[in-house]
């Protein structure tokens, strides 16, 4: 693994922040595509196929780089990602804006054992060198009850990395042998030493009249864990019902039939 670039940041904002980052010459950070705020003049932008964290080249050249990029199609991610880097004199910024409501979570890889776990849509930026790429969770009931949960991304290395999660972000220290349980939309990260499993909830009244998903990610120490209040298509989800449709109800106002309808929303974790 080679070594990530050592990058200065600050985080603006409260509900609606925004991360500046401040490269010295020929330093680099690696982002989302749609994820740049504003940068300054001596910063220049490029397209590449993955991470840009160098382990690609060890993979096959050209057919290695593109498999390494191409898993990411499997957590909705593009193909490429762009690199920022300071071509100019002196210190350059760059900023990155969290996409809705929420925290940006700023990581030191090198202080979690350079290994973290997150959801695939959680991943803001990243110094140059962090390697990011997909975790598959193997487990059937994992993959088929726990919806957001199936694929993660995985962030490797010892540079540093900056996550964003809705609403109010806890961060949670388990012992080795401690538990605990989340709703599958509401996990954003955890360090690789943690066990990640699902559970059923075991009463499905609770379930269903409690407006509860059936199944919990249940996570096991030893690690640390970060836990968010508002998951985004959790968000997403009371806006649509909110909104009126065509005739003019509100979509939470139907008939018995939309309301059973709701029944599908138990298997999502939201």
């Given amino acids: 693994m080679p070594y990530s670039h050592e990058i200065d940041y600050k985080i603006y904002g409260d509900d609606?922040?925004?991360?500046?980052?401040?490269?010295?010459?020929?330093?680099?950070?690696v982002a989302e595509a749609g994820a740049m705020m504003m940068m300054t003049q001596g910063i220049q932008m490029h397209t590449i196929f993955g991470d840009g964290s160098g382990q690609n080249s060890q993979t096959g050249g050209f057919m290695g780089k593109l498999f390494n990029a191409g898993k990411r199609i499997l957590t909705g991610e593009s193909l490429f990602m762009t690199v920022f880097t300071n071509t100019g004199y002196g210190k350059q910024q760059v900023s990155f804006a969290a996409p809705y409501p929420g925290k940006i979570i700023p990581l030191n890889l090198s202080e979690y054992?350079?290994?973290?776990?997150?959801?695939?849509?959680?991943?803001?930026?990243?110094?140059?060198?962090?390697?990011?790429s997909i975790e598959f969770i193997k487990r059937l009931g994992v993959g088929f009850f726990g919806g957001e949960g199936f694929i993660m991304q995985r962030l490797e290395g010892d540079g540093k990395a900056f996550l964003h999660a809705g609403g109010t972000i806890v961060k949670r220290e388990l012992a080795p042998g401690q538990i605990l349980r989340v709703d599958t939309g509401c996990l954003v990260a955890m360090t690789g030493s943690v066990h990640y499993d699902i559970e059923y909830v075991g009463n499905i009244k609770t379930a269903f009249f409690g407006g509860e998903g059936l199944f919990f990610a249940t996570l096991?120490?030893?690690?640390?864990?970060?836990?968010?209040?508002?998951?985004?298509?959790?968000?997403?989800d009371r806006i649509y019902h909110a909104a009126p449709h065509p005739g003019g109800k509100r979509r939470d106002e139907g008939n018995v039939f939309d309301v059973l309808g709701g029944i599908g929303n138990l298997f999502d974790g939201d």
């Fill in 113 to 132: 054992g350079e290994r973290i776990i997150c959801q695939k849509d959680a991943f803001l930026c990243a110094a140059k060198g962090v390697s990011i």
């Fill in 16 to 29: 609606m922040q925004f991360v500046e980052i401040e490269l010295d010459p020929d330093e680099s950070v």
């Fill in 220 to 236: 096991t120490g030893p690690g640390t864990v970060w836990v968010q209040s508002l998951p985004f298509s959790r968000l997403a």
